[in-house]
């Protein structure tokens, strides 16, 4: 496992009700998520905006969970069963170079990237998956936490995600964090 990679004995810290004083996941993703959505969520860790996601897709949405970390994910399905959330979530173990998305090539209705493109190697194929599992007018929002990640990185991202065609549009503001709403854009 990459030393960038976020440790499993982590992912309670992160996931723990102290955090929700600062980040509040149906304010942060409730303009962006209905019922019935196929959402993405990308490093999601022990489920905190996962499981958020989970309710507000309700029983005819899906949640897809990928992270590298199998004990994540484990973790994250006992969380989702206890809530009677477990058949809205589907767990999935990425690579350390792909998230696997090739069999949900634009189904996707948005995707979310909560502090975890730091950690991934090349940001600029991370986010060509993303946009190749997006439909057409899907957005993706990303959010890095600004003790670990400069303006000037952050930035960096930013131009990966326009490399891979997906479009700045807006920013919204997420304590503690730089963030971006990216929007699908068209092929050349």
């Given at each position: ?13 992160l996931a ?9 996941p149906?304010?942060i ?36 969970a990928?992270d ?5 994910l ?5 969380r989702?069963a ?32 909560f502090?975890?493109v ?11 998956e993303?946009?190749a599992?997006?439909k057409?007018s ?5 959010a890095?936490?600004?003790?670990h ?6 930035r ?9 065609r ?23």
């Amino acid at each position: 496992m990459s030393a960038r990679v976020c440790p499993h004995w982590i992912g309670y810290l992160l996931a723990g009700r102290l955090r929700r004083l600062v980040h509040k996941p149906a304010e942060i993703l409730g303009r962006f998520v209905t019922a019935g959505m196929t959402v993405l969520d990308i490093g999601p860790g022990l489920g905190f905006f996962t499981l958020p996601l989970a309710d507000m897709v309700g029983r005819g949405g899906k949640v897809v969970a990928v992270d590298v970390q199998e004990s994540m994910l484990s973790t994250l399905q006992q969380r989702a069963a206890a809530r009677g959330l477990a058949d809205r979530i589907l767990p999935r173990v990425s690579k350390p170079t792909s998230l696997c998305l090739d069999d949900l090539a634009g189904q996707i209705d948005f995707a979310l990237a909560f502090a975890v493109v730091h950690e991934i190697p090349d940001a600029a194929h991370l986010f060509a998956e993303i946009r190749a599992a997006l439909k057409p007018s899907a957005a993706c929002l990303i959010a890095e936490p600004r003790l670990h990640v400069s303006g000037r990185s952050f930035r960096e991202t930013l131009a990966a995600a326009e490399q891979a065609r997906l479009n700045f549009n807006g920013g919204g503001r997420i304590r503690w964090c730089h963030s971006a709403l990216l929007r699908r854009g068209q092929l050349p």
